[in-house]
């Protein structure tokens, strides 16, 4: 999934103060030359209906709301980012992998979440955006694709407050419907070069053959926008920040709130979660588990423990305390897909860091 918050930055004023919702809101950075020199930084849809944009002059931006209730802010960049940090910790929840990629927008990998099904993925990503919106006031758009382009180049199809779905048999054909200013990296020079190729469309782009656009856009270039063409992309979702941790999350035969048809594959999973942490010579001090209801509900339960432990028994016991728990907690809630997670990782010796784990 790609996820980006709407008209962000207006949006978070228009929450500051409720009384200028409804208004055009024009979010400026003032340059400070003169009282109106600066660029619009960005602006929310109504103001976006008058021909106002990110990038444009104060002083024409002015000139076009002239008459009208607009109202213009400089930006306030320590509260867009409080606000930024708190929706991420709700992205990230929802995510197997999570990299954020700029204030408003990250990539969510769910694929294991969901096993791969398309439309779990849009039962995730409708309680995602009822989670911003009920916690934060912020609505967002979002892409739901195989791969990171075609969810980013998704989420912006239906702006605001979209979701758009692309499933791999539907890929080519959403594709080819775009202008090859839709794929990211494409812009007014890339834009122009291919337009003197006679290529404005995705379609046209894809009937290019990969040594002209390498001749013309260099091998880099060139060869990403011969994959892009064709909606492929195998970049891997980056978590670069993420507390590291161990995870496994498996599909039970039938939906089930029995502790004992969940036990056996709990422990299958607590078991294999154990032996990826013995083969890392790791330790862990938290166990968790993850339980996907029946309505589609991603839940977690976790427990931290005195000292590091990776005896097998241990976590399977403790991941079994905690589905008991759940159940009890939750009861008449059908377990759909189970796993277990182990965090706070240490090597023998003791904290480790996160290159130690990556080298
Ligand atoms: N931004 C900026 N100058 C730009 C583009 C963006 O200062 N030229 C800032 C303001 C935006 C934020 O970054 O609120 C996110 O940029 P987006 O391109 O995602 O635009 P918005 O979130 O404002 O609008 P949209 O609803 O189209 O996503
Ligand atoms: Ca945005
Ligand atoms: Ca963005």
Known sequence: ??????????????????????????????????EESGVVSTC???????????????????????????VFLPVNRQLYEKVSDRIMEILRKYADNFEKTGIDEAYLDVSE??????????????????????????????????????????????????ITAVPPQEVDAFMSKLSVGRIPGVGKKVEEKLSQLHVQSVKELSALN??????????????YLYKAARGEDDEPVKDKDRPIQISRIATLKNNTAN??????????????????????????????????TENLKIQGKSKTIDTPTSDESTIVQC??????????????????????????????SGQMNLSQFLS
Do not use: W
């Open 113 to 162: 979440s969901v096993d791969e099904n398309f439309n779990e993925a849009k039962s995730i990503a409708l309680q995602i955006k009822k989670e911003i919106v009920q916690s934060e006031q912020i609505t967002c758009s979002i892409g739901i694709g195989p791969n990171k382009l075609i969810a980013k180049i998704a989420s912006d199809e239906n702006k605001p407050d979209g």
């Open 44 to 70: 929310n849809y109504k103001a976006r209906n008058f021909g106002v944009k990110a990038g444009l002059p104060i002083v024409r931006a002015k000139k076009i709301m002239e008459g009208t209730d607009a």
């Open 1 to 34: 999934m790609h996820a980006d918050l709407d008209y962000f930055y207006a949006q978070c004023e228009e929450n500051l103060d409720t009384t200028i919702r409804g208004k055009p809101v024009i979010v400026c950075v003032y340059s400070g030359r003169t």
């Open 259 to 292: 502790v004992t048809d969940i036990l056996p594959l709990l422990a299958e999973l607590a078991h294999s979660v154990n032996a990826k942490l013995i083969e890392e010579n790791l330790a862990c001090k938290t166990i968790g588990i993850i339980a996907i």
């Open 210 to 223: 990969a040594n002209i656009l390498v001749e013309t856009f260099g091998r880099s270039l060139g060869s």
């Open 319 to 348: 991941s079994r305390e905690l589905l008991e728990q759940f159940l009890q907690t939750t009861p008449n809630t059908a377990i759909r897909r189970i796993g277990v997670k182990l965090s706070g990782l240490s090597t023998k």
